[in-house]
């Protein structure tokens, strides 16, 4: 009699990979009040990009003679719901092609939270690693009970005395300071209405992670574009997929790279995706899949995922109110 041979599936995990560009270049990641200043406001926008658009190609031809580049854009439908896809989204395309810019990828930012029915943020947050700084005993409770995340040692609980006297205080200290401390701590969520409301740096760390290939839940690829079939948009946020491909481009939404391209009041939140970045345990079998398929192409990627998302801040157009002020 031969012996049956059973095994948990579960016992050789599966990552599956999926297609990459050389480079992932967003054109736009607006809050719902600057759709909200109309046409124009939009039209000022992507005039800025339009040069860094050229800049950022220029130099992804420089890794490679044939760069695979795909364009992606960003909708804040997760904070405030303004107007409708059927209203927005048509006018979103309209004043990019009048700047001469052709936009392959569109998403909602409430997918980065939750997307097919996966929750894609509250599965990165369990995947956070916090890096105790030297001298730290655990004191404090971990990020997973508080929301926030920090890049070194916090101030330590200050005493007084009896005059009133701050005795024995300390400065937070950053882990990996250079000489100097830069210390950072950000809010990943808020509790409203019952109801854990993501931060914006968390779900655009989790963005990041979609647009560099390294997205999984459970081995298997989430927040896979869909085929738009240039019918009408829908009326309603919630029956638009959370990506949609929206044009016949070759160049897959995921890349090696990731460039944004976006005004410079975003910089503080894009210091705090660094550092959220940082300290997220990235499923291991998409990293080497990466790594090995870049370095195939002779394109290999820097070993922190940080390190391979890029910015562009641009200045924005001071607004002819606030010119006449000053």
Not at 45 to 65: G, I, L, N, Q, T
Not at 180 to 198: A, I, T, Y
Not at 296 to 302: A, D
Request: with cysteine.
């Amino acid at each position: 009699m031969s012996e049956a041979v059973f095994q948990e599936t579960t016992a050789q995990p599966r990552t599956q990979s999926v297609p990459l560009a050389h480079l992932s270049l967003e054109l736009g990641h607006l809050y719902m009040e600057d759709f909200e200043a109309g046409p124009k406001k939009l039209g000022e926008h992507f005039a800025e990009v339009r040069p860094w658009v050229d800049a950022a190609s220029a130099s992804a031809a420089r890794r490679s003679k044939r760069p695979r580049i795909s364009t992606c854009f960003l909708v804040d439908d997760y904070f405030t719901r303004f107007s409708t896809p059927a209203e927005l989204i048509p006018m979103v395309l309209k004043e990019a092609e009048k700047a001469g810019l052709v936009i392959d990828y569109l998403a909602r930012e409430s997918g980065c939270a939750v997307a097919d029915r996966v929750e894609l943020a509250e599965s990165v947050m369990h995947r956070l690693v916090e890096s105790p700084p030297p001298g730290s005993y655990g004191s404090r409770p971990p990020v997973s009970q508080t929301g926030w995340l920090a890049n070194g040692q916090r101030t330590p609980s200050t005493s007084r005395s009896a005059l009133g006297e701050v005795k024995g205080w300390e400065p937070p200290q950053e882990t990996a300071a250079r000489n100097h401390s830069v210390f950072m701590d950000v809010e990943l969520w808020s509790e409203k209405d019952g109801r854990r409301l993501w931060s914006c740096p968390f779900l655009a760390a989790v963005w990041q992670l979609a647009r560099l290939g390294l997205l999984r839940h459970l081995g298997e690829p989430v927040l896979v574009p869909k085929e738009w079939d240039g019918g009408d948009f829908p009326h309603e946020w919630d029956r638009l997929p959370p990506l949609i491909k929206l044009t016949d481009t070759k160049a897959a939404f995921s890349a090696y790279r990731t460039c944004s391209l976006v005004p410079n009041r975003f910089i503080a939140v894009e210091d705090a995706v660094r550092l959220i970045l940082d300290q997220i345990d990235v499923d291991a079998g998409a990293l080497k899949q990466v790594a090995e398929r870049s370095a195939g192409e002779g394109m290999p990627v820097p070993a922190a995922v940080a390190q391979r998302a890029t910015y562009v801040f641009y200045e924005e157009p001071a607004d002819s109110s606030e010119a006449e002020e000053t």
